[in-house]
């Protein structure tokens, strides 16, 4: 079965940067993009963008461009979401998601906190 | 970018009530690549609905979609107790992909 599994709760410091790692098995790491989707607390859904594993291209949202970094490790079948420059602002849980073009995105991570604080 | 609206924002119901949660978009969603993810507190999103009326795997019968350019609906056609949850819309047509705000739906 698909699983997406993404590493534990971070606290940063603001002005720091956090990597979040996201784990895929069950299906082909390279036959489908990686979203990366972001709620802050009692907030809605925000897009952050995709990465496509099989050629590392990616399509960041406009407003992360500059500051959010997506890779791929095709041999361990793993996703990464680096975030710079973090603020307050910036605390949200983080999901990562497989995307498909025509079915959106059908399984998700179940999350990883990120807390910025001083 | 595509504005999508949802409402109500909070929909009151009892189980075994009808629930209609509608989606509208500010410009025509292409070809239909309209989802809907349910989401209970703590919990990942779900994936619901895809392709404005089509139902993902593993999702119960009671659950449907319809629409299509700018107006979308989800229903719900007889409230379960774990069906009380928060519901987004999503377009995934045109980049940037966008999310509605959110209808809650809560115990009356």
């Known amino acids: 079965q698909v699983q997406l599994v993404q590493s534990g709760a971070e606290v940063k410091k603001p002005g720091a940067s956090v990597k979040v790692s996201c784990k895929a098995s069950g299906y082909t790491f390279t036959d489908y993009y990686m979203h990366w989707v972001r709620q802050a607390p009692g907030q809605g859904l925000e897009w952050m963008g995709w990465?496509?594993?099989?050629?590392?291209?990616?399509n960041y949202a406009q407003k992360f461009q500059g500051w959010v970094t997506m890779t791929g490790d095709t041999s361990i079948s793993t996703a990464y979401m680096e975030l710079s420059r973090l603020t307050s602002d910036d605390t949200a849980v983080y999901y990562c998601?497989?995307?498909?073009?025509?079915?959106?995105?059908?399984?998700w991570g179940q999350g990883t906190l990120v807390t910025v604080s001083s | 970018e595509i504005v999508l609206t949802q409402s109500p924002g909070t929909l009151s119901l009892s189980p075994g009530e009808r629930a209609t949660l509608s989606c509208r978009a500010s410009q025509s969603v292409s070809s239909s690549y309209l989802a809907w993810y349910q989401q209970k507190p703590g919990q990942a999103p779900r994936h619901l609905i895809y392709g404005a009326s089509s139902r993902a795997t593993g999702i119960p019968d009671r659950f449907s979609g319809s629409g299509s350019g700018t107006d979308f609906t989800l229903t719900i056609s007889r409230l379960e107790p774990e069906d009380f949850a928060v519901y987004y819309c999503q377009q995934y047509g045109s980049s940037p992909i966008t999310f509605g705000p959110g209808t809650k739906v809560d115990l009356k």
């Open positions: 998601a497989r995307g498909e073009y025509r079915y959106g995105h059908d399984y």
């Open positions: 990465i496509n594993p099989n050629s590392g291209g990616t």
